[in-house]
């Protein structure tokens, strides 16, 4: 008999799963540490399914775990990390395999995942079991950026903000098909207070709490109709003098085509990319 079996994530407690998913992510690119909340804010706002989601288990003892998000059609691999000491031996590729026979078993007909780059076993593993690139996925920083009056201050009148479902209604309209899963208009919609969103004119965007040092720019969208006109850049860089002196973010979840809006408003590409990646089922 296989020492590997998997075993449905909802058999375990969520205090549980926050751990093993810390201490499968040991040494990761960014420190990992899953709390409670953080674990309970993936379940909700990416629809991750415990039902689908498997811990790994290596001669009975839980040794990796794998998040598995589910939304008609398509499920989204979340999370997958094996503990340190069980890496390198086959694990990653064998649970793969089983999870793609089990999203085929239950009707879906594509998997997907964002991997970082610059993670040459993860990359490897996801390819090896035909995941293919989609797209590159970027982010930016900016700390304290100075806005003058020509340049957006002025703009900031002109802001009105809006209900997150707004702009998450913007996105499934006008956004684009395949946009990776953290930036759909449907994870968008979960996104609450004290995350805020603003409009300016035909422009939207979505940022995490305003009050923090650190905020993070969740969503940004311009209407059809209304493309290449800057019309980003004035909504940001009104955003950067309605909340000053902060650092902002843009995490690499991005398409590397978008990236050309937040370098007009000065933002400088962060060093981690990622992959989005996709495998028909
Ligand atoms: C990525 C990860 C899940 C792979 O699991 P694993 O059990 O080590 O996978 P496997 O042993 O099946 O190895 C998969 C492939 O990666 C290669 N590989 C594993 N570790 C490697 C390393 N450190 N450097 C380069 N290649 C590596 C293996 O050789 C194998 O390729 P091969 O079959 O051509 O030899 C595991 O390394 C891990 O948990 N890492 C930390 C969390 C993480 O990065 N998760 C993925 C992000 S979404």
Redesign the pocket.
């Known amino acids: 008999m296989s020492p590997l079996s998997l075993k449905p994530a909802s058999e375990f407690t969520i205090p549980q799963l926050a751990e093993l998913m810390t201490r ?5 690119f960014v420190p990992v540490n899953i709390t409670d909340v953080i674990m309970f804010t993936m379940l909700r706002r990416d629809g991750v399914d415990l039902t689908a989601s498997r811990v790994i288990l290596k001669d009975g003892e839980p040794s ?1 775990l794998a998040l598995i998000a589910r939304r008609g059609w398509t499920s989204r ?1 979340a ?6 000491t ?10 793969m395999g089983q999870l793609i026979a089990e999203a085929k078993a239950r009707g879906e007909k594509e998997m997907l ?4 780059e610059q ?4 990359v ?2 996801y390819e ?1 079991v035909g995941f293919t690139k989609v797209r590159r996925l970027v982010g930016y920083k900016l700390e304290n950026p100075q806005v003058t009056d020509d340049g957006g201050a002025n703009a900031q009148d002109e802001l009105q903000e809006i209900d997150i479902r707004e702009v998450a209604r913007m996105v499934s309209y006008h956004g684009i098909n395949d946009l990776p899963w953290q930036l759909s208009g449907t994870t968008i919609a979960h996104h609450t207070p004290p995350s805020r969103a603003f409009r300016l004119n035909d422009a939207y965007c979505l940022i995490s709490n305003p009050e923090a040092t650190d905020v993070s720019i969740s969503s940004v969208l311009v209407k059809a109709r209304s493309r290449g006109a800057g019309l980003s850049a004035v909504l940001m860089r009104a955003l950067f003098a309605r909340f000053p002196n902060k650092v902002w973010h843009v995490s690499p979840i991005f398409p590397e085509e978008m990236g050309v809006i937040f370098e007009q408003v000065g933002m400088t590409r962060e060093t981690l990319s990622q992959w989005q990646m996709s495998r028909m089922l």
Do not use: C, D, P
């Not at 499968?24 to 990761?28: D, I, P």
């Open positions: 499968s992510f040991e040494g990761y990796g691999l999370a997958m990390g094996v503990l340190s069980a890496r390198n031996g086959g694990t990653g590729t064998w649970a995942l964002e991997v970082i993670n040459t076993a993860g490897k593993l090896k």
